[in-house]
Nanobody, 110 residues
């Protein structure tokens, strides 16, 4: 099970930090990451980290603004989102293999 927290509303240029806490087994999964989706569009991968070599991926539009990190002791991953833009508004989902979180709303608006 994946449980997200930390979403909300913020003005452009602001910051939010999303958390995803993992319960249960993740063996066999290649990594864990974040996706986002807005109504009428496909879910897109935002960032992920490999369990194999800790390499990270960032979608082009978030490079330099978002940072993915993890705390293995707390079985939690984070997505630090800085310099937020209105286009970042979406429902954000944590994903590991076939497991998905419930989704959390992020709204960037003045």
């Amino acid at each position: 099970q994946l449980v997200e927290s930390g979403g909300g509303s913020v003005q452009p240029g602001g910051s939010l930090k999303l958390s995803c806490t993992i319960s249960g087994f993740t063996s066999g999964f290649l990594g864990i990451g974040w996706f986002r989706q807005v109504p009428g569009k496909e879910r897109e991968r935002v960032s992920c980290v490999s369990f194999y070599d800790d390499s990270t991926y960032y979608e082009d539009s978030v490079k330099g603004r978002f940072t993915i990190s993890g705390d293995s002791a707390r079985r939690t991953i984070y997505l630090q989102m800085d310099s937020l833009k209105p286009d970042d508004s979406a429902v954000y989902y944590c994903n590991a293999g076939s497991m998905w979180g419930q989704g959390i709303q992020v709204t960037v608006s003045s």
